[in-house]
């Protein structure tokens, strides 16, 4: 069973931009990104992405279709070596 079942959930398309700021628990959900693209910009596999969203080192959101989307702002965060 999957414990992540209290995550916001979010009605948007990756990558998409909403016209207020999506900030939830103070990470910037405004522009989205899809596990793969994560894991391309970070050069990890997928899995690593998942793992680090259940660790809590990478925050996430899960569409109505139960799919997880990441933060923007806080993979670049990361990707600057700045605490997200």
């Known amino acids: 069973m999957n414990d992540q079942s209290n995550d916001?959930?979010?009605t948007t398309q990756p990558?998409?931009?909403?016209?207020?700021?999506?900030?939830?628990n103070g990470v910037d959900f405004t522009n989205l990104m899809t596990p793969a693209e994560v894991a391309k910009a970070m050069r990890v596999n997928t899995t690593t992405v998942a793992r680090w969203a259940k660790a809590g080192k990478?925050?996430?959101v899960?569409?109505?279709g139960n799919r997880r989307r990441y933060s923007r702002a806080q993979v670049e965060a990361l990707l600057r070596g700045e605490q997200a």
Do not use: K, M, N, Q
């Open 58 to 60: 990478l925050d996430s």
């Open 15 to 24: 990558g998409s931009v909403f016209s207020e700021p999506l900030i939830i």
């Open 8 to 10: 916001p959930i979010v």
């Open 62 to 64: 899960s569409t109505i």
